[in-house]
C-alpha cells in the first residue's frame, strides 16, 4: 500500500478509536449516574467488613479497593468498549508509522496519537494488577478529547524525519516520556478522585476506595512514572550529547523537563513527610501533570528553543 | 533515639531532626536552630518546588548560553527593560545570584539531612534487627498460626532464606529486610550531589569552538583557528590536541519524493581528512554522529553555500577572488551574504544580496528559491560605493554592512537592477568600477569541536543515580516478627517506607510457616491453612507505613 494510502487507513481507525472512546465514556457515565442515585452502604461500615473479612487466606492489600468498589455492568460495558477503541487506535498508531516508515511519534500530531494510546494501554493492562475500572470516565473522556484535539489541531500527513531525529534515541526517549505520561496521568486521575473525595464522599463517591487507598495507588502510579520520567531526562542528556554536542544546555523543552522532574520528586517528599500527605502532596501530583500537558502543548506550540522541529 | 513505645514509628528511625518550635537562646542555640529548619524535609520540599519555580524564567527569556541571538533580539527591541534584564541576571537565570542561591541551599539542606542518615545507617546495617515488640497485635497483617518456641528456629530459617537478617529475642524472632533501599536513597541523593560538583569543577577545563569550512578547506586545532571559541576558567591553551581537519566533501540529500515534504532535509554528511600524530585518515561526521579525534568531539552544526566570487577592477585587474559563505534564511536555503572591498577599486566598493540555489521568479518579478539544493543557481547583489566606514574602530560583524555612509549603484531605488548572475556569468560594476564575476559555488560546513571533561564521570555517576534510585523506589524495607504465645505463633510486620505488599508479606509467611510445619509433623497441610488468618486483623490503622517525616 502507498503511504498515503496507509496513511488514509490509519486515520480512518482512529476515528473510529474515537467514536468508541465517546460510547465508553457514555457507559462509563451512565454506570456513575445510576451508582450516584442508588443508595450505599455507609463507607465505614463497608470497611470494617472488608477489613475483618475473616478466613481469606490471601487478603487483598491494605491498598486494595474494597470489595464494593467492583465495577457494575456499564463500567463492565466500558471497559469492554475501551478495550476495543484501544485496539483500534493502536491499529490506527501502527498503520501511521507503516505511512511514515519509522516509528509513530515525531510530530505533535503523533505524540498525541501515541501518548494517549499509552495512557489508555496503561489503564487497560493495569486490569492486570488491580481493578481501577473507576477511573473509566476519566481516562475514557481524556482520551476522546485528546484525540479529538489532536487530530483536529495538529494533523499532519507524514513527512521523513530531519537528520537531528534520526537517532534511535528518538525511539527510546520520547516513547520512555510517553510511557511516563502515561503513568502520570492515571496518577492524576486518582489524585483528582482523592481530592473529589476528601470534600464529598456521596452518591458515585463512596463506591470508591478510601482517600487513605486512592492516595496510596496514586503514590504507587506516580512512582512508576517518576522512574520512567528519569529515564527520559537522562536518555535525552545522552542524545542531546550526540546532536547537539552538550548534554545538557537548558533548552525550553529541557527545562520544562527538569522542571517537572524537580515537581514530582517533591510529590515524592510531600508523600513521606508530616502534613503534607493527603491532599497537599495530591495537589503537588497535579501540579506535576499540569506541567507535562503545559509542555507537551504550550512549549511546543509558542516557545523557542532546539525542540521546535514538531513539524505541525 | 531509644525504642519508641508508638510501635508504628520505630524509634531508630532517623527523619531528620525534628525542629523545636522554639529557638533556645545564644547564638548557638540559633544556629542549632536555622540549620534545623534548613535540614528539615519540610524546607527540602519548599526549596525543590522554588527550585521548579525559578527554573521557568530561562524558558521565557531567551539565554546568552542557549539562543545569544534572542538576548540581542530582545535587547534591541526593548532597550527601556535591559537594565530590569541584567539586575535580575534574566539572560542568564542557570547561573544567576538567586538560582544558584535556591540550590545552594536545596544541596546544602541535602548534605544536612543525608549525614546524620549516613552515620545511622551505617550502624543500622551492622546492628541486630531490633526487639520484638510487646504487643504485635498492632502491627500490620496481623496473624496467628499453630506452632510454639519449638517452631521458632524453623522461622528463623525461612525468613533468612527469604532474605532477611534475624535475631533471636527470648521466644521471638525478629527480622529486617531490605537495607538496600536505604543505601540506595543515599546514593542517589550523594550522586546528585556528585553530579553538581563534577559539573562545577570538570566543565572549567574544557572549550568549545567552532570554525567554518568551505569544501576543500581545513584547521588546525589551535587557538587562532577558531571563528569562535569559548572556554572554562582553567582552560589552558597548551591542553588543545594536536590535530587537523580537512572538509572534502559536504553530501547533502533532500527529499525528492514525499509530496508534502519536498526539499526537507534527509541527510548531511561531512567527510573529512583528519591528521592526527602524522598520520592521515578519512572520517566522516553526520548530525546524530559526532567525531572524536584525540579526546575531542566535533559535530557539524549546521551548512550552507559559499559562493565564489571574483571583482576585476577597470583594467582588469583581480582585486578579490574568494570563496564567501552566505548564511541560509530559510528551509529553501535562500542565503544572504556579504563582500566588503576596502581597497583595490577606485571607490570602496560593498555587495550586499541573496544567493538561491533553485531560483524562480516570483509574480512580483523578485527571485526566491524553490528549492535547498543546486537546480538553479543564481547569485542577486545589490551594490554599494562609498564608505565602508571599516576604520572607524567600530566592530563590524562581516555579515552586515553598513549603508549610511554610501550610494547604492545597483539594485533597490537606485535605477538600475540588481547584479543577478549565474555560475560563470560576468558582469559590470555601474559607474565603471569593474566586473565581478560568479566562478562556482561549494557549501561550506561549521564544525564544533567540543571538548568537555566531565562526560565520561557526569555518564557513570548517571547510571548510579538511575541504579539506586530504582532500589530506593522498588526495594520494600520492612520488619517482620514471630512470636511464640502458647501454643500459636504470632506474626507481624512493619513497613518502612513505602510498602504495599506488606500485608501480602506476612500472609506469605504465614503460609511458609505452615507448609513447612507440616511439612515437618507430616499433619495434613490443608487443614492448617485454613487455619492461616483466622485471627486476622484488629481495626488497622490507617497507613501501612510508619513514616511521614517531619
Ligand atoms: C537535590 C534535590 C533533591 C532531589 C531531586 C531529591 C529527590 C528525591 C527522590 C526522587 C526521592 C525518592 C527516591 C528515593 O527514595 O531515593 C527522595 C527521597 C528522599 N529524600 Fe530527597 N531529593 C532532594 C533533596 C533532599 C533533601 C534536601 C532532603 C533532606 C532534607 C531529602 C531527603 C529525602 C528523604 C528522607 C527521602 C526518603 C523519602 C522516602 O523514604 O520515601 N532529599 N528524594
Partial sequence: ?312 | MSQSSDPLRPGDHVDGVAAPSQPPLGVRGWARFLWRQLTSMRTAIVLLLLLAVAAIPGSLVPQESSDPNGVIQVRADNPELIWLYDALSLHDVYSSPWFSAIYILLFTSLVGCVVPRLAHHWKAMRAQPPRTPARLSRLVGFQTVPGDASDLDRADRVLRRLGYRTARYGDSVSAERGYLRETGNLLFHLSMLGLLLVIGRGSGFGYDGQRLLVEGRGFANTLSSYDSFSSGQWFDEGSLEPFAVVLDDLQVEYETENRDAIGAPLDFTALVSVTEDGAERDAQIKVNEPLNVAGADLYLISNGYAPRISVRDASGQVVYDQYTPFLAQDDAMTSLGVIKLPDGLEEQLGLRGFFYPTAVPLDTGALASAYPDLANPVLSLQAFAGDLGLDRGVPRSVYALETDEMTQIAGGDSGTDALTLAPGQTIDIPGGLGTITFEDVRRYGVIEVHVDHTQTPVFWITVLLFASLLASLLVPRRRMWVKAAGDRLELAGLARGEDPTLERAVDDLARRLVDEGSAARGDDASAATDAVGATAGEARPAGPTDRPRE
Avoid: C
Fill in chain 1, 1 to 312: 500500500m502507498p503511504p498515503a494510502e496507509l496513511d488514509a487507513w490509519s486515520l480512518l481507525l482512529v476515528y473510529s478509536a474515537m467514536a468508541v472512546y465517546t460510547l465508553a465514556f457514555v457507559a462509563y457515565a451512565v454506570d456513575v449516574a445510576r451508582r450516584s442515585a442508588a443508595t450505599a452502604v455507609p463507607e465505614e461500615a463497608r470497611e470494617l467488613v472488608s477489613a475483618g473479612a475473616p478466613g481469606a487466606p490471601a487478603r487483598p492489600a491494605a491498598s486494595a479497593p474494597a470489595p464494593a468498589a467492583r465495577p457494575g455492568r456499564g463500567a463492565r460495558i466500558g471497559f469492554a468498549l475501551i478495550v476495543i477503541a484501544w485496539a483500534l487506535h493502536l491499529g490506527g498508531a501502527v498503520m501511521r508509522g507503516l505511512a511514515a516508515g519509522r516509528v509513530p511519534w515525531a510530530n505533535m500530531y503523533e505524540f498525541a496519537l501515541t501518548g494517549v494510546a499509552v495512557i489508555v494501554g496503561v489503564f487497560v493492562l493495569s486490569r492486570l494488577w488491580r481493578d481501577l475500572n473507576f477511573l473509566g470516565v476519566f481516562i475514557s473522556g481524556l482520551a476522546t478529547v485528546f484525540l479529538g484535539l489532536a487530530t483536529v489541531n495538529f494533523y499532519v500527513t507524514p513527512t521523513p524525519l530531519p537528520p537531528a531525529l534520526q537517532s534511535y534515541w528518538l525511539v527510546i526517549h520520547v516513547f520512555v516520556a510517553t510511557l511516563a505520561t502515561g503513568f502520570f496521568a492515571l496518577g492524576s486521575g486518582l489524585s483528582v478522585l482523592q481530592l473529589i473525595k476528601e470534600r464529598r464522599s456521596s452518591g458515585f463517591l463512596r463506591a470508591l476506595p478510601s482517600t487513605v487507598q486512592l492516595e496510596d495507588l496514586a503514590y504507587r502510579v506516580g512512582v512508576i512514572g517518576f522512574i520512567f520520567w528519569t529515564f527520559t531526562l537522562i536518555a535525552g542528556a545522552i542524545w542531546a550529547e550526540h546532536a547537539w554536542g552538550r548534554y545538557w544546555g537548558w533548552d525550553t523543552k529541557e527545562v520544562w523537563t527538569f522542571v517537572i522532574w524537580v515537581v514530582y520528586a517533591g510529590y515524592i517528599h510531600a508523600r513521606a513527610t508530616r502534613g503534607w500527605r493527603g491532599s497537599r502532596s495530591a495537589w503537588l501530583q497535579l501540579v506535576g501533570f499540569a506541567a507535562i500537558i503545559f509542555n507537551y502543548s504550550v512549549v511546543n506550540l509558542f516557545f523557542k528553543g532546539l525542540h521546535a522541529y514538531s513539524g505541525l
